[in-house]
């Protein structure tokens, strides 16, 4: 017989496993009902342990909020193939596995948890959405974004956000019309800033220019033709 011997983790290693189980635990409940001896008991140490490797529970929990703003923020990588539309739903469909992943800590960050407010909160929040801001105009090959276009580019990372935070409270409209939805939203903000501007107008012409005539804007078109008529 063989008798197991329990490895001593190092500091960041022991680190690194509390955050990964704090954020477990935050993913499913909000972290308001989430104890320090919760924590402890599922990482299988004690309570002073953690206290040792982080001062409260409101240190943990912006470490694990840390790892999931870089896991977010990931989401919105999209190789530059094909057209618009497919590579905003893609990016869409990750966006909602991530709020689907971890949904009481999404909605306690958006809505107030407890680290809402400090510096740290918001400065990794503001780093997603700068994030996600970049990656857009990056798709849409604009490197000095005119003042319509990037009140467009940031009211719809907002949408984005507001429409998951509905979503959670019930899930009452299925997922993948939201994702396809929150596309032909980006596009229709587009077209009607379009509307007042040429430069914009010149962007809506290059954002369709390569779409299928059964891709994602096009649909969108296809859906208002037979609305109007």
């Known amino acids: 017989m063989t008798t197991g011997v329990r490895r001593r983790m190092g500091v960041?290693?022991?680190?690194?496993?509390?955050i990964g189980v704090a954020l477990e635990l935050f993913s499913q409940r909000s972290p308001d009902e989430v104890s320090i001896d919760e924590i402890a008991a599922a990482a299988g140490i004690s309570r002073p342990l953690?206290?040792?490797?982080?001062?409260?529970?409101?240190?943990?929990?912006?470490?694990?909020?840390?790892?999931?703003?870089?896991?977010?923020?990931?989401?919105f990588d999209e190789p530059h193939e094909g057209p618009l539309g497919d590579r905003l739903r893609r990016v869409m469909r990750r966006f909602f596995d991530f709020v689907d992943e971890h949904g009481p800590g999404f909605s306690a960050l958006m809505r107030g948890g407890p680290a809402v407010g400090s510096s740290t909160t918001n400065a990794l929040?503001?780093?997603?959405?700068?994030?996600?801001?970049?990656?857009?105009?990056?798709?849409?090959?604009?490197?000095?974004?005119?003042?319509?276009?990037?009140l467009v580019v940031r009211s719809w990372i907002s949408l984005a956000e507001s429409t998951a935070l509905i979503w959670l409270d019930g899930r009452r409209i299925p997922r993948a019309e939201l994702e396809k939805q929150l596309v032909h939203d980006f596009a229709a903000l587009v077209a009607v800033s379009?509307?007042?501007?040429?430069?914009?107008?010149?962007i809506v012409r290059r954002m369709v220019k390569d779409e299928p005539p059964d891709g994602a804007l096009a649909d969108l078109a296809a859906r208002l033709i037979a609305l109007a008529s």
């Open 125 to 150: 929040v503001d780093a997603v959405r700068q994030a996600a801001y970049v990656q857009i105009l990056s798709h849409l090959d604009v490197e000095d974004p005119p003042a319509r276009l990037e």
């Open 50 to 75: 953690v206290y040792h490797y982080f001062p409260g529970k409101l240190s943990l929990y912006e470490a694990a909020l840390k790892r999931a703003a870089q896991d977010l923020a990931g989401r």
């Open 194 to 202: 379009a509307a007042y501007d040429e430069e914009m107008a010149g």
């Open 12 to 18: 960041e290693e022991r680190r690194q496993q509390l």
